[in-house]
T-cell receptor, first 113, second 114 residues
């Protein structure tokens, strides 16, 4: 059972544009929502994370928006750069599950110069 | 400081064989988790160990087993390999097991079963 659904599967954006990736979850016990960035041949690296008690978190060009009632959260990459070309995964976990992360299916982002 | 290190980086095995993958967590981290990432998909949780005890297990058959050593390094064993076990196996470490502790991933071990 896929508990975290991610869309789109891929997207192409021009340099300087905005990339938007969406995730929806089912388990209301989830209380931690990180985003990971993965380059080819590398392991995932934590990009930014949010807890459900805030609706938005911004770190540099990356912003997470969180809608608890809709059980959805999204990643916005502002001023996208070619170096942002990677696969992005949303994930979720909850207290009773410790460090267990449930990942979405991933979004391949290509930023064209 | 060294990150999460995994070995081997690549390996090819034959169906029915057994494989052992190794992981050294970041110094000071006591929690180690294993994930399987099939090409084109998100990582799937296999095991978590904390203070040398299994603290969580994903929906994987008993052919998969793991252990954590006193120095907090870990091994993942897979017996009776199937073609479908071909994947990137990721090890992750964190300082504790509470949610919100940053989880750091290694670069993974690529397993190909032929």
């Amino acid at each position: 059972q896929q508990q975290v659904k991610q869309s789109p599967q891929s997207l192409i954006v021009q340099k300087g544009g905005i990339s938007i990736i969406n995730c929806a979850y089912e388990n209301t016990a989830f209380d931690y929502f990180p985003w990971y960035q993965q380059f080819p041949g590398k392991g995932p690296a934590l990009l930014i994370a949010i807890r459900p008690d805030v609706s938005e978190k911004k770190e540099g060009r990356f912003t997470i928006s969180f809608n608890k009632s809709a059980k959805q959260f999204s990643l916005h990459i502002m001023d996208s750069q070619p170096g942002d070309s990677a696969t992005y995964f949303c994930a979720a976990s909850f207290k009773a599950a410790g460090n267990k992360l449930t990942f979405g299916g991933g979004t391949r982002v290509l930023v064209k110069p | 400081d060294a990150g999460v290190t995994q070995s081997p980086t690549h390996l090819i095995k034959t169906r029915g064989q057994q494989v052992t993958l190794r992981c050294s967590p970041i110094s000071g981290h006591k929690s180690v988790s294993w994930y399987q990432q099939v090409l084109g998909q998100g990582p799937q949780f296999i095991f978590q160990y904390y203070e040398k005890e299994e603290r969580g297990r994903g929906n994987f058959p008993d052919r998969f087993s793991a252990r954590q050593f006193p120095n907090y390094s870990s091994e993942l064993n897979v017996n009776a390999l199937l073609l479908g076990d071909s994947a990137l196996y990721l090890c992750a470490s964190s300082s504790g097991q509470a949610t919100g502790n940053t989880i750091y991933f290694g670069e993974g071990s690529w397993l190909t079963v032929v």
